[in-house]
C-alpha cells in the first residue's frame, strides 16, 4: 500500500469512527436527533390510570435519548420497564384500587378530557414551555380538585431553567401560587404508608438534598394540596428501573412508599 493509499485508509476509518460514536456523543451533549415516542391512548374505561401530561420541550430537553422531556421515563433508554407500568404493578399488589396496569395515558394538558383523570405526573418541569390556554386548563383542572405529581427536575446547568422556570409556570397556572416546603407531618404522608422522614428519599444521581415542595389551596397548609413537587430528586428513576438491578431494592422500596401515598392522597382529597 502506496503512502497516499495509507493516508485515505486512515482518513476512511476516521471518519466511520466518527459516524458511529457520534450518535453517543451527542446525547451526551444534549445533541441528540429529537424524536417523539409512539403514543396510543387507551379508551375510557372508569379504571384508575396514570396520566402523563405531555407539553412542549424547551431547548435542552432532548438530550435523554433524543426524546422531549415530558417522556422521559416514559419510553425507557437503559432497559426499564416505563415508571408509571411498574408503579402501578405496586399499587394492584397492595390495594384494592385496581388500576389499569401496562397501559397508561398521555395528556395535553389543555385536553378537556384530562378531567377524566384525578392524578396527573409531569416529568423535567424545568424544560416546560406553556401557553396562555394551556396555563388556564391546567389551572381549572387544579381548583376542580385535580392533583398534580411533578418530579425529576432540578436546577441548571442539567436541569433546564430550574426552579425559578418552573414556579413562574406555575404562578400562571395558579396566580399568587407559592409552593412551601413539605413537613413530614402533613397527610398526604400518611395517606396509606406511615412516612415519618424526608430522609427516606433516595438520591440516585443528583447532588446535595431532595426538596419535596407542595402547592395548597390559597397557599394554606392546612387545606388541600393540589401539587406536590420532587425537586432536585429524581423519585421515578426508582420505578422505572426497580426490576433490572439498577437500583437497590430498598431504595426502591422507599421511592414505591412516595407514589403510592401521592396517589392515595390525591384521591382522597
Do not use: C
Not at 412542549?56 to 433524543?66: A, K
Not at 426499564?80 to 398521555?106: F, H, Q, T
Not at 418530579?151 to 431553567?161: E, N, Q, V, Y
Amino acid at each position: 500500500m502506496t503512502a497516499l493509499a495509507r493516508r485515505w485508509a486512515a482518513v476512511i476509518f476516521s471518519l466511520v469512527v466518527m459516524f458511529i460514536a457520534a450518535p453517543v456523543v451527542a446525547q451526551r451533549l444534549g445533541w441528540s436527533v429529537q424524536r417523539e415516542p409512539l403514543v396510543t391512548n387507551p379508551p375510557y374505561d372508569g379504571r384508575f390510570t396514570f396520566a402523563r401530561l405531555r407539553y412542549t420541550t424547551g431547548p435542552g430537553g432532548y438530550y435523554y435519548g433524543g426524546l422531549p422531556a415530558w417522556a422521559h421515563g416514559y419510553w425507557s433508554v437503559r432497559g426499564g420497564e416505563r415508571a408509571e407500568d411498574n408503579l402501578m404493578k405496586i399499587l394492584r399488589e397492595i390495594s384494592y384500587l385496581g388500576p389499569r396496569v401496562g397501559e397508561s395515558v398521555v395528556m395535553a394538558l389543555d385536553d378537556p378530557q384530562l378531567g377524566r383523570y384525578p392524578i396527573s405526573y409531569m416529568t423535567e418541569a424545568g424544560y416546560w414551555e406553556l401557553t396562555d390556554v394551556e396555563a388556564a386548563a391546567l389551572g381549572a383542572y387544579l381548583q376542580k380538585g385535580g392533583f398534580v405529581i411533578f418530579d425529576d427536575f432540578r436546577d441548571p446547568p442539567r436541569g433546564g431553567g430550574g426552579w425559578e422556570h418552573f414556579e413562574a409556570n406555575m404562578r400562571r397556572v395558579v396566580p399568587g401560587a407559592r409552593f412551601l416546603e413539605m413537613d413530614p407531618s402533613s397527610a398526604v404522608f400518611h395517606a396509606f404508608f406511615e412516612i415519618d422522614s424526608l430522609d427516606i428519599i433516595p438520591q440516585a444521581y443528583d447532588q446535595g438534598r431532595p426538596m419535596l415542595r407542595g402547592l395548597f389551596e390559597g397557599n394554606d397548609p392546612t387545606r388541600r394540596l393540589m401539587a406536590i413537587a420532587n425537586f432536585n430528586t429524581d423519585v421515578s428513576d426508582y420505578w422505572e428501573f426497580s426490576a433490572t438491578g439498577f437500583r437497590p431494592i430498598d431504595e426502591s422500596n422507599q421511592a414505591y412508599k412516595l407514589g403510592v401515598n401521592y396517589i392515595m392522597y390525591g384521591l382522597t382529597h
